[in-house]
């Protein structure tokens, strides 16, 4: 069945711990993404990879770091830095990028940090 | 500042009736607009778009309507089932940004559909 993998489905960081939250996809898809939720408030872009080896900041990047050494994996961690990490985290994958490829983004289940 | 607002956080509906979730957005460089459907723990699901270049879009229950003068988009249910009650996010692509792709979210609206 081909999909978007999250795990885990719950994570708990300790303070001053990185944590690592995967992201595997095997549909082939060129751009992944990360996002995250809130409490009543949309999704917000944390960080974006268009094809391998390269990604971007997006408007949260603070306290976050990503690698993307596979197509498939594009691996999220939340650093101590990140002072408010409690949220719902959220991979996305689409076939292509940018403004001339009408194609959906497509997401896991997501991942749900808390702090200990 | 939120450049896609989703104004009314809940809505709730007769099952058979009609639901309409709207979206306004303040970007005149958005070119794609898509609605996803949330159930609690889940992510997001894709449920249907719409290029700029179009006013509607209808898939099965499911129509879009974009207004880009008002700079508004309304998603359309038809007949309401109790298995459509979930959050409803719309979403823009920024043409703007660099040739990204790059989505923005609006706030989210729960609908309930009674049986």
């Known amino acids: 069945d081909g999909g978007i993998t999250q795990s885990p489905k719950y994570l708990f960081r300790k303070e001053g711990q990185n944590v690592t939250l995967s992201c595997e996809q095997n549909l082939n898809h060129?751009?992944?993404?990360?996002?995250?939720?809130?409490?009543?408030?949309?999704?917000?872009?944390?960080?974006?990879?268009?094809?391998?080896?390269?990604?971007?900041?997006?408007?949260i990047a603070e306290g976050y770091s990503v690698s993307r050494e596979k197509k498939e994996s594009f691996p999220l961690t939340v650093t101590s830095a990140q002072k408010n990490p409690t949220a719902f985290y959220?991979?996305?994958?689409?076939?292509?990028?940018g403004a001339y490829s009408n194609q959906p983004q497509h997401f896991g289940d997501g991942t749900r940090l808390s702090i200990l | 500042d939120q450049q896609v607002k989703q104004n009314s956080p809940s809505l709730s509906v007769q099952e058979g009736r009609i639901s309409i979730l709207n979206c306004d957005y303040t970007n005149s460089m958005f070119d794609y607009f898509l609605w996803y459907k949330k159930y609690p723990a889940e992510g997001p699901t894709f449920l249907i778009s719409i290029s700029s270049i179009k006013d509607k879009n209808e898939d099965g229950r499911f129509t879009v309507f974009?207004?880009?003068?008002?700079?508004?988009?309304s998603l359309h249910i038809v007949p309401s089932q109790p298995g459509?009650?979930?959050?409803?996010?719309?979403?823009?692509?920024?043409?703007?940004?660099?040739?990204?792709?790059?989505?923005?979210?609006?706030?989210?609206?729960?609908?309930?559909?009674?049986p």
């Open chain 2, 66 to 73: 974009l207004n880009k003068s008002a700079k508004h988009l």
């Open chain 2, 84 to 114: 459509d009650s979930a959050v409803y996010f719309c979403a823009a692509r920024d043409d703007g940004s660099g040739n990204t792709g790059k989505l923005i979210f609006g706030q989210g609206t729960t609908l309930q559909v009674k």
């Open chain 1, 30 to 59: 060129d751009a992944m993404y990360w996002y995250r939720q809130d409490p009543g408030q949309g999704l917000r872009l944390i960080y974006y990879s268009q094809i391998v080896n390269d990604f971007q900041k997006g408007d």
């Open chain 1, 90 to 97: 959220l991979c996305a994958s689409s076939i292509n990028w």
